[in-house]
């Protein structure tokens, strides 16, 4: 079957399966608060970091500060205390800083509806943008991070070696009616079922149209 057909029967069984797995933590994060700035400032916390770390530190710094104007107040000392033990917490803190000051000098304190605009705050990639834009705005977009590289190219959508080649990709290859689930999707079927080692191939959902499946999973068991 063409990858153009695959998608939509790909995403409708992902759906279909979607309340057996923990919503992500920047899903829920944004759920939660409908907050263009939490989204922003929970996705640098979640950068090469755990979601349960990211949830708890996002938790407890947002007791402290959920503004700009807030969290510009506090120390990057106090920052780092309060987001620790998430990976590189002592630059995160001074990029969450940068970010909150640009945010009231040229925004109002408010986050910027503007792909582009993100991608000009210090520590903010492609990714991150996209995040905010789906999550804290509700815009199209594909955020692409280490699940939806890696399970994209295991289906064979994609033939990519970076996460940005992959967003790219991808925004020519998915539908755009499909653009704002696939993050979500994809990132929750990569953290329970198609893990980065040993995936879960013998109960995936959708390995009939797996290429990874087909062309090493089934390859592995007749070599047994």
Known sequence: MQTSKQIPEVIRILKKHQ?????????????????PFKVLISCILSLRTKDATTAKASERLYKLADSPYDMIKLSTKRISMAIYPVGFYKTKSKRIKGICRLLIKRYGGKVPPDFDALLTFKGVGRKTANIVMVYGFHKHGIPVDTHVHRVSNRLGWVQTKTPEKTELALRVLVPK??????NNLLVQFGQNICRPINPKCSICPISKYCEYYKNVYLKKLIQR
């Open 177 to 182: 009616m499909y653009w704002m689930d696939l």
């Open 19 to 35: 309340k057996e797995f923990i919503t992500p933590a920047l899903t829920e994060i944004a759920e939660r608060s409908n907050d």
